[in-house]
């Protein structure tokens, strides 16, 4: 049983919007920096966007900025990334993932706790 269940992915035109979820059964997502990576074929998994869990500071990969937008719902257990104005470049498959404080300088190796992932396709 994965911790983190991730869902929202699909294809999409160049231009189009996605919002991907992610939620957890065992964990209160309250509890943890939050962050979305991405794993496109022959690329290692890239830090995406983060949201800490005391300030909700956000934190974002410099291509994303202005485009992605990390929020959470602690009602609901579910942390969003909302995806605007896609790209091409923007393919990958998007993994959620639970840690101390997950920013920038986040590694995937450092984390783990993670999702199973979900497919985002962007046609040009």
């Known amino acids: 049983q994965e911790v983190l269940v991730e869902s929202g992915g699909g294809l999409v035109q160049a231009g189009g919007s996605l919002r991907l979820s992610c939620t957890s059964s065992?964990?209160?997502?309250?509890?943890?920096?939050m962050g979305w990576f991405r794993q496109a074929p022959g690329k290692e998994r890239e830090f995406v966007a983060g949201i800490a869990y005391t300030s909700g500071s956000t934190y974002y990969k410099d291509s994303v900025k202005g485009r992605f937008a990390i929020s959470r719902d602690n009602a609901k257990n579910t942390i969003y990334l909302q995806m605007n104005s896609l790209k091409p470049e923007d393919t990958a498959v998007y993994y959620c993932a639970a840690g101390e404080l997950i920013t920038q300088a986040t590694m995937a190796g450092d984390l783990s706790i993670w999702g199973q992932g979900t497919q985002v396709t962007v046609s040009s």
């Open positions: 065992l964990l209160p997502l309250s509890s943890y920096g």
